[in-house]
């Protein structure tokens, strides 16, 4: 095969790291029932009780049709519960079920094992780049959308 002349760019590399880093994040999520496509509710909804879908799309820029097709399947598992507003009948809040709480702490020490692995590959950059560092420069590539 001939090497991809692109291999050395920013875009390629952020892609094939994501992929790689979502790869094994699906398999420590795996024999908890869950996916990297359904762990962010489980955190969010344990941590902030009654989120709206409208407010989960906002919070993670993710797709409307992809919360509502990932917060079907968790309804569908059990996990999550969706409840009508008390004040606007239009919107529904989410809240984990017993289920989901019992599964919360599973899915944050599998995220926890993410992150220490991945801290553990900068400090293999022998101190030249920190955690801090990248998270900034990450949250100002994750910012190109809205200029």
Known sequence: MIPDKNDQTIIKQLHTASNN???VLDRRLKP????????????????DPGVTQDQLVR????????????????????????????TDGRRFELW?????????????AALDAEEKALSQCLAA????????????????????DNQ
């Open 21 to 23: 880093a979502l790869r």
């Open 32 to 47: 908890l029932g869950v996916n990297s496509s359904q762990y962010f509710f489980v955190l969010k909804l344990h941590d």
């Open 59 to 86: 919070a993670d820029s993710r797709h409307q049709s992809n919360v509502n097709r990932e917060i079907t399947r968790l309804v569908t598992l059990g996990l999550v519960d969706k409840r009508q507003s008390a």
């Open 96 to 108: 984990l079920t017993k289920a989901g709480e019992d599964l919360y702490p599973q899915v944050k």
């Open 125 to 144: 950059a022998n101190g030249r780049v920190s955690q801090q560092d990248l998270l900034a420069v990450l949250h100002r590539i994750a910012q190109l």
